[in-house]
C-alpha cells in the first residue's frame, strides 16, 4: 500500500506510517507541486496538514485513492465533496491542536492588549518611552466570540479566569442557556472591548467580518484571528489600525499565505504570527497519532472517523 506524506509529520507519526505501508515523502521536495501531481496516481492514502491543496483536479489523479488523512483540524484545502462522490474517506484529527490554537490565542490578545510587539521593538531599538505603550486592562471587558466551537469555548473559559465576561455569535448554536451571552454579530462587534473569531471556513464565513462589519467596532477594541485567512478583511483591519480607529489586534492566518502586503504591518499595534496555532511539538504529536488512528480505524471498516 502507498502513503503519500505531503506535509511534515513528527517522527514518531511517520515511523507509524512506515509501519502501515511503503510511504513516499514529499514534504520537504522543492517541487512539491509537480511531485503530488505524479506521486499521487498510484497512492491509496495521502496524508496532508493544511498547506497541501487538494483540489478536484488533484483528487482525480489518484486512481487508487482510497483515504485522505488531513492531520489537524480545518479541511478546507480538500475537496471534500468531490472526494466523497468518489468514494475516498477523508478523515481528520478535529481535537489534536485545540490547547495548542487556543493558547496562542490568548497570547495574541494579551500581546494586543499590552502592545507587546511595539514594546519589544521600542526596547531593543535602545528606546524607553514609556508613555507610548499606555495598554488596555481585560479584567472586567467582554470577551466576543464569533463561532462558538471547541476553541471559541476553551478560549471562554481560559479569559474568563481573567476576569472577562463573555458573549458569543453562533448562528448554529440552538436553545442555548449557559451563562454566556448569546448575541447576534451586530450587537457583539459593537459591544465587545476583545473579539475573537473561531468560525470553520466556510463560502458563508468567508468575509464574514467585512469591512462594514468592522466598523462597528469600538475605537478602543482589540480583534483577533486564528481561525482562518479571508473570514476577516484584513486589508480593512490594518486601515483601521494604521487610523487608530481600534486599539490592537492578532494575526495568525492571513486570506494569502504567505501574506504579500507585510510592509503595511509595521509600526502598528498588529501582532502577526505565520499560522503557527498548530505548531507546537505536543499538537503536532497528538494530530499525528489521531491520523494514524483514524486510517487504521477505517482501513479495517470502520468509517465513524469518516466526514
Ligand atoms: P469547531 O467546529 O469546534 O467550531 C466552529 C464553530 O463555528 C461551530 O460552533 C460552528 O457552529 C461555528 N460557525 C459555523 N459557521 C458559522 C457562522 N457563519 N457564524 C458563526 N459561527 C459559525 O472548530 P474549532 O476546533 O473550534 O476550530 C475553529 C477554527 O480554528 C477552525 O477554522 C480551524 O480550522 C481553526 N484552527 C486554526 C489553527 C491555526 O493553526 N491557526 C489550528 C487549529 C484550528
Known amino acids: 500500500m502507498k502513503i503519500l506524506i505531503c506535509d511534515t509529520m513528527n517522527s514518531k507519526v511517520l515511523k507509524e506510517l512506515h509501519s502501515l505501508g511503503e510511504c513516499i515523502d514529499i514534504s520537504s521536495s522543492e517541487s512539491k507541486d509537480q511531485d503530488l501531481v505524479t506521486e499521487i496516481n498510484d497512492a491509496e492514502i495521502v496524508v496532508v496538514r ?11 489523479k489518484g486512481d487508487c485513492l482510497k483515504i485522505i488523512a488531513r492531520c489537524g483540524v480545518g479541511v478546507d484545502n480538500i475537496d471534500i465533496e468531490y472526494a466523497k462522490s468518489q468514494n475516498i474517506k477523508v478523515t481528520n484529527s478535529p481535537s489534536a491542536n485545540l490547547n495548542s490554537v487556543v ?12 502592545k507587546l510587539s511595539l514594546s519589544d521593538s521600542h526596547l531593543k531599538d535602545g528606546k524607553w518611552d514609556r508613555k507610548e505603550f499606555i495598554g488596555m486592562e481585560l479584567s472586567g471587558k467582554q470577551l466576543g466570540i464569533v463561532g462558538f466551537g471547541k476553541a471559541g ?6 479569559m474568563k479566569s481573567l476576569g472577562m465576561t463573555i458573549a458569543f455569535y453562533d ?6 442557556d449557559g451563562p454566556e451571552k448569546r448575541l447576534e454579530l451586530d450587537e457583539l462587534l459593537i459591544t465587545s472591548d476583545v473579539i475573537s473569531i473561531h468560525v470553520i471556513k466556510t463560502k458563508e464565513t468567508v468575509n464574514l467580518i467585512s469591512q462594514e462589519k468592522l466598523d462597528l467596532l ?3 477594541a482589540i480583534l483577533v484571528n486564528t481561525s482562518r485567512g479571508g473570514v476577516v478583511d484584513e486589508d480593512y483591519l490594518v486601515e483601521l489600525l494604521k487610523l487608530k480607529k481600534i486599539f490592537g489586534a492578532g494575526l495568525d492566518v492571513y486570506s494569502e ?14 501582532i502577526t504570527t505565520p499560522h503557527i496555532g498548530a505548531s507546537t511539538n505536543e499538537a503536532q504529536l497528538k494530530a499525528g497519532i489521531d491520523t494514524v488512528e483514524n486510517i487504521k480505524k477505517i482501513l479495517a471498516g ?6
Request: zero cysteines; hydrophobic letters at 40%; a negative charge.
Open 50 to 60: 493544511s498547506s497541501t491543496k487538494l483540489t478536484k483536479e488533484i483528487i482525480e
Open 103 to 114: 493558547e496562542l490565542t490568548v497570547a495574541l490578545i494579551i500581546s494586543a492588549a499590552r
Open 153 to 158: 469555548r476553551l478560549v471562554s473559559k481560559i
Open 171 to 176: 448562528p448554529y448554536i440552538e436553545d442555548w
Open 218 to 220: 469600538k475605537n478602543s
Open 257 to 270: 499565505e504567505p501574506p504579500q502586503n507585510v510592509d503595511n504591518f509595521e509600526d502598528i499595534n498588529l
Open 302 to 307: 470502520d468509517d465513524s472517523v469518516a466526514l
